[in-house]
């Protein structure tokens, strides 16, 4: 297990040596290393079981410093991290050779991202360096949201657990790139489709290709808790499922069932978002034997809570 703590100045001493520390964002954990060093970045991959065509994150301590790893930003870019960064966005822009192939998958763009986070923009201040961070759980599984996650998982493959609570968005950030200089999104997160158009006007939205994808976290199965997951209408699956021990996740209302976690009882997607993923890991932890979801309403984050709701429940 590891140690679990508020220590900015032991994080910062060891990413230094080349150590990860799990970092608190404000959308899920972090796995963290130096990513201006292979080294470390390979200790992430293989902390993670995760492939190496899948590229990894890089965070700043400011907007500014994109400048530094990435060039011929477009100006919409510019745009975006003016209104979100420090947020929950993730720009992939043309890196530049600083950053070690290892980071980008040996791609041509690298993905960078301002999050919001005291701790974590403290601990990047002080560094010299920018930070190369997957979310902190084993490949394809739920992210982390509370650093109990992160040690229950990751705890032997990490040198320490910086502790900033439950993060407060609770899903990922959303990813957006630009192709002939048009904003594509690639993956739904925590800044909204409508804010991002609100920002820089109508962009497309490319989140599903199945084979060979841009980036891995459009895998359809990505997400995925422990136990198979079912998402529909409550009372009809409910219904279907009859003899079996199920476990309800629902978004506000109450289907009197034994087990049953509720997202927001308010309805709100904000606080259903940010409730997901423990959700989730709850559910697998309950004696029950397939989990019921029923999808939120199809706007603002809504869109993103379907998606990984939708990729929890496929075939994996
Ligand atoms: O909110 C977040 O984005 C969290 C926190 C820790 O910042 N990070 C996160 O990282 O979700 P990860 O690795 O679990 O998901 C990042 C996704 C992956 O699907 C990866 O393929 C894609 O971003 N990605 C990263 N760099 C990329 C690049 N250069 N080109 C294309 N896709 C990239
Ligand atoms: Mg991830």
């Not at 006007?201 to 990505?222: F, M, W, Y």
């Amino acid at each position: 297990m590891a140690e679990i703590g508020t220590d900015i100045q032991k994080s910062k001493a060891l990413l230094e040596q080349g150590e990860l520390v799990a970092i608190p964002t404000e959308t899920v954990y972090g796995l963290a290393g130096n990513a201006l060093d292979s080294a470390a970045v390979a200790k992430i991959f293989s902390a993670k079981k995760r492939p190496s065509f899948d590229p990894i994150i890089v965070h700043i301590a400011a907007p500014e410093h994109a400048e530094n790893y990435a060039e011929n930003i477009p100006q919409q870019a510019r745009k975006l991290a003016e209104c979100f960064w420090p947020g929950p966005l993730t720009l992939l822009l043309n890196r530049k050779n600083i950053i070690p192939d290892l980071v980008t998958a040996g791609l041509s763009r690298v993905g960078i991202r301002c999050p919001d986070h005291p701790l974590t923009l403290e601990l990047l201040t002080q560094l010299k360096f920018p930070l190369a961070a997957p979310s902190a759980n084993p490949f394809g599984f739920v992210s982390p949201t509370k650093p109990e996650h992160v040690n229950d998982q990751l705890g032997n493959q990490v040198a320490y657990i910086l502790n900033g609570g439950t993060c407060k968005v609770g899903i990922e950030s959303t990813i957006v790139g630009f192709e002939n200089d048009e904003a594509v999104i690639y993956r739904l997160g925590g800044i909204s489709v409508e804010r991002i158009e609100s920002a820089i006007g109508k962009v497309k939205v490319q989140l599903h290709s199945t084979s060979n994808p841009k980036t891995p976290g459009q895998l359809k199965s990505h997400y995925a808790p422990g136990k198979k997951v079912m998402l529909g209408d409550i009372p009809s699956l409910k219904a279907q499922f009859a003899n079996v021990k199920v476990g309800i996740l629902a978004f506000s209302s109450d289907y009197h069932t034994e087990h049953q976690i509720t997202l927001s009882k308010t309805g709100s997607l904000e606080e259903a978002a940010q409730n997901l993923f423990a959700a989730l890991r709850a559910m697998d932890k309950m004696p029950v034997d397939l989990i019921l979801a029923e999808p939120v309403p199809d706007i603002g984050l809504g869109k993103a809570i379907n998606d990984r709701l939708r990729r929890a429940a496929a075939e994996h």
